[in-house]
């Protein structure tokens, strides 16, 4: 622990809290986290099978920049166990986790993320700009700024007489943009159906949480707002199911907002080709992979063993392989159609 | 608050309006026709709008579908886009064009950005409207007219009416398109009962529900010596100057582009080709902006179109100034568009 900013990882004790949750959520929970990064490692491995020799960020078969979300899961799982796919979903530009755990088409996904005519933006949008109205699921490529949209969306929803809500991300970072500020301050006031939650990994790229935030907790800030704010540390996804829970089923009863900050963990970079120098507090990091940790305590719990674990692992495997060969066997779309889909 | 001068032309079919109360029919019409319409803006309930743009309403349709905000335009903006996207149809009032900067990234990244990001899944049918121009001392912060920057974006379509006509007609338009449709009213057009007066902004606009089609421009005066093509209150301003020209013999024809999302290239090439002189005016920054676009169109088309060069007649790239003989010393109003149209048609 050589950093103020590092991840304070809850032990397995610490991470208490839905003891009591029915097996079979708690095996959904453990399954969404295994297909959220299963499908990421599979991502990993195609976004740097050809960016060589070296490393040209432009290159290969999925070009661009990369963020992934592992070790993340458990804000993703956690929250959206809660939701159907009639309920808005607003990522950062770090989305997969949610996208998966929303129940985005995987095939579509990963062919936009391989900018194929397949995807969900026919490789318009990449993979910071997903959007899926199947789940009215949609993220964004700046800092908070995918707050005020989902403002709308639980605005439409509550107008068209729905008990629908808006689920709205940000990292801890975009807790200090304005947006963010704005989005909290109208939702409250308008008692709109939105779970607030912040991913807070700790590094706001490479700076982290304690040299950007006057407070130690996002949660704090709801405050500010006169809604309820909760931060579950320890990376624990039925502590993020516990406050998800309570959320939802406020803003599902006209109650309005609720802020969750869940304290997270990047485990890998930024984005892919981050080196992380300025981090110091990744020797440790994969002990506190949430999903290891989950799956032995599931199997201390006599829920999980040998044979579901596999065959969760596989059917993982199963639809990640699916969707990448879908997204290979995709048309490259037309570059004479550059210009489509600027108008209606 | 209808100003009440002797209407020119009465017909069975048209009242004279100012643009503020002829904008406010054109909304009423459409939330009474369609549910999901509504309005979201800063002062728009019971004040009606700082420019007028929604009086009445209020009454008429309550607070919840005339909702006054919080002076929190990237959240209020934002809101409308969200809730376009879920089927509803927002009118969102950011209060002035020069507000922009607030608010920008929910316009340009998301406003804009969704339809072509999804491959055309998803849609944003919404209308952004704001107040543009100066000409009444308010300085530096409050007086841009700014269309030129939406135009330069990808994403939204850019109107900007000059009658009140028109400003029916395109609102209609606008809030029945199933894209982002920025709509600027320049406040010298309105009517307000509290700024200069302009003879052309209290008008005859035809009873009942019609559109504007946007993107189409609109020969205002026919004449064969000059063309000047313009937007918004420099149309008017155009007109005065070609009725001054006309005793002296020169024939001024003014297109009034009514948007500049879509522009209406063949007009223009159209025009120019009949009087082969082109003066474009335009209330906004001379450069990078709508005056250069206009002349791009001529030049490569046709530049042989032009029998002599065109005259630019715009903001000379300053900040709008506060003191009274320094704005209109910047602004292209009457004097400055009499000069350039007397040059081009000297040759």
């Known amino acids: ?344 | 608050m209808t100003i009440t001068e002797t209407p020119t032309t009465p017909t069975p079919h048209s009242r004279r309006l100012t643009t503020s109360k002829a904008i406010v029919e054109a909304i009423a019409f459409e939330m009474e026709r369609d549910p999901s319409v509504f309005y979201l803006g800063e002062d728009v309930g019971s004040y009606g709008g700082i420019f007028g743009s929604t009086g009445g309403l209020l009454d008429r349709f309550g607070k919840d579908r005339v909702i006054d905000t919080p002076i929190s335009e990237t959240a209020f903006i934002g809101l409308g886009i969200g809730a376009a996207v879920e089927g509803m149809r927002p009118i969102v009032e950011l209060m002035f064009a020069d507000f922009m900067g607030v608010c920008l990234d929910q316009i340009y990244n998301h406003m804009a950005k969704i339809h072509f990001e999804s491959g055309g899944n998803v849609k944003v049918p919404m209308v952004l409207t704001m107040a543009a121009g100066g000409g009444y001392s308010d300085g530096a912060q409050h007086s841009q007219c700014l269309w030129g920057t939406f135009a330069h974006l990808p994403g939204m379509k850019v109107v900007v009416p000059s009658s009140p006509a028109d400003a029916k007609g395109l609102m209609t338009a606008a809030i029945r398109d199933d894209n982002p449709v920025v709509y600027l009213f320049h406040k010298g057009v309105m009517g307000l009962p509290w700024m200069a007066k302009n003879p052309r902004s209290n008008d005859a606009v035809p009873d009942g529900d019609y559109e504007t089609p946007i993107g189409k421009a609109n020969v205002v005066r026919s004449g064969s010596d000059v063309t000047v093509v313009t937007i918004s209150l420099s149309v008017h301003h155009a007109l005065d100057v070609a009725e001054r020209l006309a005793d002296d013999g020169i024939d001024v024809e003014v297109l009034d582009l009514r948007s500049l999302v879509p522009l209406d290239r063949e007009a223009i090439l159209a025009s120019v080709a009949k009087t082969g002189r082109l003066v474009v005016v335009d209330e906004d920054y001379l450069s990078f902006g709508m005056s250069g676009e206009v002349v791009a169109t001529i030049a490569e088309h046709d530049p042989t179109l032009l029998k002599r060069p065109a005259e630019r007649v715009a903001v000379p790239d300053v900040p709008i100034p506060y003191a009274h003989a320094l704005e209109y010393a910047v602004l292209p109003r009457q004097d400055r568009i009499e000069a350039a149209v007397r040059r081009v048609v000297a040759g």
Not at chain 1, 86 to 101: G, K, L, Q, S, Y
Not at chain 1, 133 to 138: A, E, G, K, R, W
């Open chain 1, 1 to 344: 622990m050589t950093t103020q900013a590092a991840a304070q990882p809850a032990t397995p004790q610490q991470a208490g809290g839905g003891t009591g949750l029915d097996p079979a959520v708690r095996l959904d929970l453990y399954e969404t986290m295994v297909l959220s990064r299963t499908y990421e490692e599979a991502i990993l491995r195609e976004y740097h099978a050809d960016k060589g020799p070296g490393f040209d960020i432009g290159k290969g078969l999925i070009p661009g920049e990369m963020h992934l979300s592992a070790g993340q899961e458990p804000v993703a799982a956690g929250v959206c166990a809660h939701l159907t796919t009639d309920d808005a979903v607003t990522a950062t530009h770090r989305p997969h986790h949610f996208a998966v755990a929303h129940g985005v088409d995987l095939r579509r996904m990963t062919a936009e993320i391989f900018g194929r005519e397949d995807g969900l933006g026919r490789g318009r949008g990449g993979h910071m700009h997903l959007f899926d109205p199947d789940t009215h699921f949609s993220c964004s490529g700046i800092i908070a700024e995918g707050y005020p949209p989902a403002l709308g969306q639980a605005f439409a929803f509550h107008r068209q007489g729905t008990d629908r809500i808006a689920v709205a991300v940000t990292g801890e970072g975009a807790a200090n943009q304005g947006a963010f500020h704005e989005s909290l301050n109208l939702a409250a006031r308008w008692s709109l159906p939105v779970v607030f939650v912040v991913e807070d990994n700790d590094w706001g790229i490479s700076v982290p949480r304690t040299a950007s935030t006057s407070v130690a907790s996002n949660a704090d800030r709801a405050a500010a707002y006169g809604i309820p704010g909760e931060r579950i540390e320890g990376n624990d996804v039925e502590g993020v199911y516990d406050a998800a829970r309570r959320a939802v089923a406020r803003a599902r009863a006209g109650e309005g907002p609720s802020l969750i900050e869940v304290h997270t963990l990047r485990l890998w970079g930024h984005f892919e080709g981050d080196a992380q120098g300025y981090r110091l507090d990744l020797e440790d990091a994969p002990s506190h992979d949430p999903i290891p940790r989950y799956e032995t305590r599931l199997r201390e719990a006599g829920v999980l063993d040998d044979e579901t674990v596999t065959r969760i692992r596989s059917a993982a495997s199963e639809r990640t392989e699916d969707a990448i060969a879908f997204a290979k066997n995709s048309p490259v779309p037309d570059p004479a159609s550059a210009t489509s889909y600027v108008f209606a």
